[in-house]
């Protein structure tokens, strides 16, 4: 995969933080408004593959790295267990945090309201861990499949000069 | 906190968070993870043993994820079911023994058989899932949440069927042809799911057969989900691609994959009995039954016969013996509806087939992981470049004995006892179906002779000088399974009372079944 021209590679630098916060902020109200943390994680994903179309494969690994992606992966994925692992006072998945009056445990007002983002306990954490999760693993998707790419061109080429 | 009332979710949550630590842990030391991974799933055989005294002493038991209570399935006085829960009773604990047993020894053994691979924190990662899933699958008491689980089974099974590397070509091929087939049966489950929310609106599987009425919605629901889970569970005209994946997967993971293509089979089970029962034509579905499983028998034997890929060889046989346990319960289901000839042999004949679930997993298990421990050596799977091998293999020759008599249904082994059940009682509802079965036997016992002869027997080849026994840890797994074959073999009583035939009641009884969800309804 070849960088492209410099009109995108600049529309990209002008987006991508954009793209990146849009999608954290679909994440972090994920119990307010539709979307969650698979939706936002995905938003996120797709800013790294806009990096990856616009500057191409090779200077794209400069920024992104798999192993990191895959630490954050599995983070989020024991972060998500965890969460429902401390719930096991009562029981697995338990809601200890809503309406306790601590960390998101404001009690909801009935009706329409303006959404309090301090409310339903531990589904922010869950929307959160999620949202790490699909980010950093579409991202190694994408990554993976850049490099497939270039593994089969490299391929055929060998085979046409032969 | 009571960690004794929460062992139906550690049974799967231990394994969970292992599986999710494993690449954080891979990135310091890759030698931990087996040691890891293993440890995991031995405190999940323990766990799952620890359950299944509790229920088949007290009885069937619930876990609502969430509540106040685990135990509360109706909260707020609704009339149905709303929180996802598990829901094991004698049935779905027999299907967990044999998953924890079966994942429990595949770890121990991959342990030494993959020893110098460079992915084996993934390995290891993918195989705890796969064992999550299948527990799931058998637990579950929500169908939606099945259809879950059975995606993740298939997601993880892919990965481990191509373990070996994408280079080879064969096992990618294997593994999308899996991935296709399990792509198509877990979208036409969520389609049938999809019927039952529309018509009832509730997914719990006992509030769905508290209300079912076999209309005709509901007749194409069941021919949704007994043909798709056929086919994850191999039967006949839909097993194509059981021989690739079985032959191309690492041994233990072939393994392990013959315990998840049975926990399809157990959802057949469950879907029929528990949720249907009586008010479907239980003639005709139990006819279906039966005669997937005889195509299943005879063509799968058939076809084993004159394969000269070892695996694959194992792998029609799996097919073949799947069909026994289809034609056991099948027998069963056809006469559901008709009390006097239920008890005469209808109940039998479902005993020999869910003992046959464990017993197939224990034999076919075995023989794959002797399977694997030749290819550990040799390094080929091809029966004709194999030979003396007896020489320098004394133990692994001794298993593989064991556990060919055994699928063969030679009388000290557990094949015997559950074979012997299903032919007695088949004999009284239809003699042929057991002249067929016994026919089949005896075509397994020629195929095994001949696997035996050409593998083990003969002089010593120069080329298989360097052979000898394989690791401690591959030894023990294997050594593990002979046991247990030789102690269900000589006192196959105990296992049927104890274990078999409470699971076969609680199919059977339909309100046992719902009256732990929704009181004495």
Known sequence: MREMSKIIRNVTNLVYGFIIIFGFYIIVHGHLTPGGGFQGGAVVASAFAAMLISYGQLNTKKFLNINIFSLLESCGLTMFIGVAFLGLGTTFFYNFLANSGSWFGNIVIPGINAGDMNTAGVLPLMNIAVGLEVFSGLGIIVLLMADGAEYTKKKEKAENDR | MNLFNHTPILILAVPLLTAFL??????????????????ALGLSLIMTIVLAAKVLSVGPQVYVFGEKSSLLTLPSGLKFPIRIMFQIDAMGI???????????????????FLDNKDKIDSYYSLLLLLTVSMFGMEFTGDLFN??????IASMASVSLICYRGADLGEPVEAGFKYMVVSSISALMVLFAVGIFYGEYDVLNIAAIASVVKYSQLDKIALGILVSVLAMKAGAVPMHMWTPDAYSEAPAPITMILV?????SLYAIFRIVFSMYNITLNTLAVGWIIIILGLLSMFIGVTMAIIQKDIKRLMAYHAISQTGYMLLGVGVGLAVL???????DYGITAMEGG??????????????????GALFFRTGTRDLNKMGGLAHYMKYTTIFFIIGAAAIAGLPPFNGFASKLLIYESVYKFNPLLSIIAMVVSILTLASFV???????LGPKLP???????????????????????IFFGLFPDLIVKNLVHPAVMSLIEQLQYTGTVLGGM
């Open chain 2, 146 to 151: 099945f259809f879950v689980f059975l995606e």
């Open chain 2, 259 to 263: 315990a998840a293509s049975q926990a």
């Open chain 2, 354 to 371: 869910i003992f046959h679930i464990m017993n197939h997993a224990m034999y076919k298990g075995l023989l794959f992981l002797t399977a």
């Open chain 2, 22 to 39: 494993i690449p954080i842990i891979g990135k310091i030391n890759k030698k931990t993870t087996g040691i890891l991974a293993t440890l």
């Open chain 2, 337 to 343: 509806a008709n009390p006097e000839a239920l008890k």
């Open chain 2, 94 to 112: 027999f299907m967990g023994l044999i998953t924890a047993l079966v994942s429990f020894l595949g770890a121990v053994y991959s342990l030494a």
């Open chain 2, 463 to 485: 080329q298989f000088k360097e052979v000898k026994e394989v690791p401690r840890s591959m030894v023990f797994a294997m050594a593990v399974l002979s046991c247990i074959i």
């Open chain 2, 450 to 456: 001949k696997v035996f002869h050409s593998a083990f």
